[in-house]
Every structure is written in structure tokens, then in C-alpha cells.
């Protein structure tokens, strides 16, 4: 049978009054799969190729379909809840079959109408893809694939009294402090950070800005494209508040600084009483 939650190149095999039959290179009668004709492409030909994922019907039967999903196997996804019933919860993952949750594996009770950030697998038991909304249980910090000071890819879990934590890579769990994040932050929110440090039990530090002299160019790039949006001034200069900084720019006092520092050395900005100000050139 072909892999179910994955997106496949397949190969149109013959039109059939169900829908299309496809087969991947293999030529195994276990690995034909149909199309159903709601999803049959408006023009084909036989031996055409098609992009589709595969996964199981209202009858448990493998199926594939050339719509998107929101989230594939062993993939993370923040996702609406649709139903809750006698055996767990659904979810709208973009297909016509909603994706379940058994009770089991919700760290809180679903509620339809709410967004759950999630973790699609495959069942073992009942070999159907199923979610988890106890992400932590499907990331590993005893092995890191990450180094200091490395871009990484962030996903935001949940709120703690020291800040925020984000799966890392889809692979660990991290934390930004608070006094590194200024800029609204809430679960399921994708974006990039860098590594800080990782400590010796494997827990990372995650920052939202590039460490050091590496921060300086893009938020001296931040600071210049919003006096272009205001006409060329900015009420912001070294006496200016932590809080007023911001605000106006979602970075902290120290990487204004160093950027305003930056542009004024390049002769792109001057540095007045009340603020700073694009130069002619």
C-alpha cells in the first residue's frame, strides 16, 4: 500500500467509472490507488503524471486526492476543531474527511470552534492518521541537530512565566525569554530565529533577533525602511525609552542603538535633538 499522509507522484493507470486508477513506478496491484471523480483533473491523458496524497475515506479505504492538506504526516499544524463526539475530537485539515483526535491524546479537552496547535502520525494499531495535541511528546532534545548562533525555524506552543517555547525545526523544544521578544507572539505563529545557546541538559535558547554584530544590518535595513513609510523622521534617538522603541519598531534599545549607530556612520541618517532623520542622499 502507498504511504499514507504523503504527497505522491503517481501515474494515471486507467479511467474506470469510480474515478482514475493510479500507480506509482513499482507496478504492485497493492499500490494502485483511486482518484475519485470529484477530484478527476478537467483535461488528461493516460500515463499522464499527478501530484495527489493518500490516505483513508470515510470507509478506511486508501484514497488519494489532489486537494492541499493542512498538515502531512509527522508534520506540525494549528488547526480548527469541527466536531466533538462520544469518541474524540475532529479536525478541518483541508480534506473532505475531518482528522480525529482520540481523548486520549488532547492535552486539554477540544472544543469545536477552537484552534489546537497539533501533530499529525500514523496509529500503529489502527494504522489510520490520527493527531495529538501533546506536541511534547514528539520532539527530542537528547540528541541536537542545531548549533549556537544557527537560523532555525520556529513554531510557538504556549505561553510560560519565562516566556514563550517553540518547537525548533519541528525536531526540539526551545524557549525565547521574554525580555527577547518584542513583537506580539501566539501558538501556531511560524518564524525564524537563531539559536542563543543550547545548556548542558539540551535546553535551547532561542532569539528572535541575529546574535551579535549579526543583528545589526537587518534591523539597520528595519529602521530604515519605516522612515521611508514616514516621511523620512523618526521621534527616536538614544534617550528614547525601551518602550517607545518598541513600539515604533519591535526591536530592543540595545539593536536600535548599534543600528542607528550603523546608518549614521554610513551617512544615511542624522541624528537630531528629537529624533532621526533620512539624509538627502
Given amino acids: 500500500m502507498l504511504a ?36 478527476k483533473p478537467e483535461h488528461f491523458e493516460l500515463e499522464d503524471e499527478i501530484d495527489v496524497f493518500v490516505y483513508l475515506d ?23 476543531c469541527v466536531e466533538v463526539n462520544a469518541i474524540g475530537a475532529f479536525l478541518d485539515w483541508g480534506l473532505e474527511k475531518h482528522l480525529f483526535v482520540p481523548f486520549k491524546e488532547q492535552a486539554y479537552p477540544m472544543k469545536e470552534g477552537h484552534w489546537y496547535l497539533i501533530f499529525c502520525y500514523l496509529d500503529e494499531a489502527t494504522e489510520r492518521l490520527v493527531a495529538s495535541s501533546k506536541v511534547n511528546h514528539f520532539l527530542d532534545n537528547e540528541e541536537l541537530t542545531i548549533e549556537p548562533f544557527e537560523e532555525v525555524r520556529l513554531i510557538v506552543t504556549n505561553k510560560t ?28 505563529d511560524q518564524l525564524k530565529g ?24 537587518p534591523n539597520a535595513q528595519a529602521i530604515l525602511n519605516e522612515l521611508e513609510l514616514q516621511n523620512g523622521f ?34 544615511l541618517i542624522s541624528i537630531e535633538d528629537k529624533g532621526i532623520r533620512l539624509t538627502e542622499s
Fill in 4 to 39: 499514507l499522509g504523503q504527497m505522491h507522484t503517481l501515474t494515471i493507470d486507467r479511467d474506470t467509472p469510480p474515478g482514475l486508477f493510479l500507480k506509482d513506478d513499482s507496478g504492485k496491484k497493492e499500490n494502485e490507488v483511486l482518484l475519485p471523480n470529484k477530484y
Fill in 58 to 80: 470515510h470507509d478506511e479505504r486508501p484514497v488519494a486526492t489532489n486537494l492541499k492538506p493542512y498538515v502531512k504526516l509527522d508534520e506540525f499544524a494549528y488547526l480548527r
Fill in 161 to 188: 512565566e519565562l516566556g514563550f517555547n517553540v518547537i525548533v525545526n519541528e525536531l526540539h523544544q526551545g524557549l525565547i525569554y521574554h525580555d527577547e521578544i518584542f513583537q506580539e507572539l501566539k501558538t501556531g
Fill in 194 to 217: 537563531w539559536v542563543k545557546k543550547t545548556r548542558k541538559d539540551n535546553k535551547i535558547d532561542i532569539g528572535l533577533q541575529r546574535p551579535g554584530y549579526r543583528s545589526i544590518e
Fill in 234 to 267: 523618526l521621534p527616536l534617538h538614544d534617550k528614547s525609552s525601551p518602550q517607545e522603541i518598541q513600539s515604533h519598531l519591535e526591536m530592543s534599545k540595545k539593536s536600535f542603538k548599534r543600528a542607528i549607530g550603523t546608518l549614521y556612520k554610513q551617512k
